[in-house]
Every structure is written in C-alpha cells, then in structure tokens.
T-cell receptor, first 113, second 113 residues
C-alpha cells in the first residue's frame, strides 16, 4: 500500500528558532512531492513542489529537500515566526495519468513567542 | 479573484437531511477533487473528476454523490446525513498533466446535529 508518513506529529518551538519536519514515503512510481501549509480554518496552500530529479527547493524561509533513493523528504523552516504556526502536509503524487496523490497526516507546528 | 470557491462556508443541519456543497474553480484546471478533513485534521480524498469524468472514488458511502456539470464545477450532494459526516469538506482543483499542484478552496464546515 502506498503510504506517506510524517514526523513528528506535533512540534512546539520558540519564535526565531529553526525546525525540520520529516516525510517518509513508499509511493511508487513517484512523480512529485509537495509540501502544503494549512492555517487553522483555511485550505492547504502549496509551499514547494519537487520532481524526481530535484533534491532541494526553497520558498523564502522554507526549504524542502528530497532524497528519492531513501524516499525521504524534509521541510526546514528558518527563523520561525508566529505566523508559521500551522499544519504542514506532505503529499506524494503517483506517476501516471491518474495523477493520484497520497497525503500524509501532517505535522502541527506551534511557534510560541 | 477567488481561484477555488465553495459555498456555503458553514452548514449546520439535522441528521437525516439531504444537503449540497458547491464548488467552482476559475483556474481552467481539468481536474477537481473533494476531500474530507475530520476532527483529527487528517485530510482524506473522497472523489476526483477529470474533464467531468470520475477518476478516483475512494471508499465513501454511496450517500455521497458528486456531480460535475462542467469542468469548472464539482458539487457534492449528501443524502441522509449522519453524525459522522460532521467534518470540514475541501474542494480542490489541479492540472493533472502538468505538476498536479492542487489549489484548495476555503472549506465548508458541516455540522450534523
């Protein structure tokens, strides 16, 4: 069964600190991996997208890495801000015309002042 | 301009009733989705339509029936509502044959009493 597992389930950090969220997947064949941010009460918003050949992608203070050999991805947040408090969801898409995506259960990040 | 819109934003109804949630996207995408996010914040795909044709239909009770009158609209009709149907329902759209990045609507919070 294709799965996407994220860790930790939840994380609390102080404002200004860095943190790293993990995503391990077994989805195969792999097309792309995306990280989404979901603020409370809103729909998820795409942060980064990486294809098989890419191993890093940045979006401001967010940097995603991908190791397609070990099937692992991480999302690094630098100099966290209160507005980074949200759920972060890893999504892996199958190769093929169905474009089926498998969602991880998310990591809930809380940034405290 | 809103990319993916849903109505209503909140829906409170009695058990046994029938209700519909509407979704529209103005991105010109060819694929639309419905997701259910439960109280644990896990996002689960329910349906996916590509060019008005059903391509993904996860294990969902047949009380849920999606209807796609055209590529820009995917409505969700729910019959005989149950307490367990209470959740936030998200509509999304994407261009499958490109990156398949999904753009989400703001969500509809359904509460069944």
């Amino acid at each position: 069964k294709n799965q996407v597992e994220q860790s930790p389930q939840s994380l609390i950090i102080l404002e200004g600190k860095n943190c790293t969220l993990q995503c391990n997947y077994t989805v195969s064949p792999f097309s792309n991996l995306r990280w989404y941010k979901q603020d409370t009460g809103r729909g998820p918003v795409s942060l980064t997208i990486m294809t098989f050949s890419e191993n890093t992608k940045s979006n401001g203070r967010y940097t995603a890495t991908l190791d397609a050999d070990t099937k692992q991805s991480s999302l690094h947040i630098t100099a966290s801000q209160l507005s980074d408090s949200a759920s972060y969801i890893c999504v892996v898409t199958l190769l093929g015309n169905a474009g089926k995506s498998t969602f991880g259960d998310g990591t809930t990040l809380t940034v405290k002042p | 301009d809103t990319a993916v819109s849903q109505t209503p934003k909140y829906l409170v109804t009695q058990m046994g009733n029938d209700k519909s949630i509407k979704c529209e996207q103005n991105l010109g995408h060819d694929t639309m989705y419905w997701y259910k996010q439960d109280s644990k914040k896990f996002l689960k795909i329910m349906f996916s339509y590509n060019n008005k044709e059903l391509i993904i239909n996860e294990t969902v009770p047949n009380r849920f029936s999606p209807k796609s009158p055209d590529k820009a609209h995917l409505n969700l009709h729910i019959n005989s509502l149950e307490l367990g149907d209470s959740a936030v329902y998200f509509c999304a759209s994407s261009q499958v044959y490109v990156t398949n990045e999904q753009f989400f609507g703001p969500g509809t919070r359904l509460t069944v009493l």
